[in-house]
């Protein structure tokens, strides 16, 4: 929870005391509704009666629904308070201009959202958020290393921050580093909420493109950060992950360090590591060529990598993250590509696990794109 956040906004949304609380409410609710349509029953009316049944099936339908979304939504600790689903969580920050403008070094590092356009891409992507450390306030201003955090889907950029604890982890690295860090930048990898381009180029949107080309081009420019390369990474989480592993495999002189957070195999259409065909079909236009092109195990089996390392985590009750982790760190190893491999008891699908993992890589990630420029 961003530490600004306070009042109703500050009210958690996933803790058992509040599903409780909300499940007898919905309760309360239904036995009243049931009450009312049993009085209305007994009414001389017949148009009555029929509103109160139509209107006792509309208020159930809603609180079953309210319920299990309020259930769900707990179960993956994505939304966690009452600011995050009003909108007015972390992600408000600070404007561009704002930014660019300051002469004040502040306390702690500052959010902005930054549009980032599909110049090359034509990618039609929603804005960037943007994690900037106080260091980079300093003048003459420094060049920063860049770590690229990618969301899953169904998704948002803001994931990182008002779920994922991003700017947490690093403003509490950048408090212990007189104020230096690595830039977060946080780039849309699906256009829309629900949307899934497993990170590639399509007919109808060509997100590698936009994350390989657009969004470097933008962020080293406006905010002078290092160039592209050994000081840039690009971690991920569930799809995002995915996606991770396949930039950094085919994008060297882009990002030189990979970190994935209970991602799959490699592109994927749905959830789980099976499902090769329709992922052919539906990404790719049928080409197997095109799929073994961006299959981080068939990359890794056929090509060294030298200077690429990366970070694989996942929890062992999420079963098809955890064995595509393994794998991956395997061929990896066969092929030269120096990683980490982590495993986490009982860890799931969720921002729990997705959080831990950015902490557990963040000083492993900062050393990386932290050394000096060859």
Known sequence: MDAGTTGIDAVPITTWQFVTGFVLAGVVVLVLVVLGVRRAGRSRYRSLRILARLGATGVVAVVLLANALVGVNAGLDYLRTVGDVAGTGPVEGIGVAQLLLSRKVPATGQVVQIPIPGTASHFAARPAVVWVPPAWYERPRPQLPVIVLLHGTPGRPVDWVDSGGAADVANAWAAQHHGVA????????????????????????????????????????????????????????????????????????????????????????????????????????????????????????????????????????????????????????????????????????????????????YPWLVGRVSAPIP
């Open 182 to 361: 690595p830039i977060l930048v946080m780039p849309d990898v699906n256009g829309t909420y629900t949307a899934d381009s497993e990170c590639v180029d399509t007919s109808t949107a060509k997100v590698e493109t936009y994350l390989t080309r657009d969004v470097p081009r933008v962020v080293s420019r406006l905010l002078g950060t290092r160039p592209p390369g050994p000081s840039w990474a690009v971690a991920g989480l569930s799809e995002g992950g995915s996606c991770a592993v396949m930039l950094a495999l085919r994008h060297p002189t882009v990002f030189a360090t990979f970190g994935d957070y209970a991602g799959l195999l490699g592109p994927r259409v749905g959830d789980s590591n099976g499902g090769v065909p329709d992922t052919v079909a539906g990404l790719f236009g049928g080409s197997q060529t095109a799929f073994a092109a961006h299959d981080p195990a068939t990359l890794l089996a056929a090509n060294r990598v030298p200077g690429i390392a990366g970070w694989f985590e996942a929890g062992d009750a999420d079963t098809d993250p955890a064995a595509a982790a393994r794998t991956l760190s395997a061929v990896a190893t066969r092929a030269g590509v120096e990683n980490r491999l982590v495993i986490v008891p009982g860890g799931g699908h969720d921002f729990d696990l997705f959080s831990q993992a950015l902490s557990d890589s």
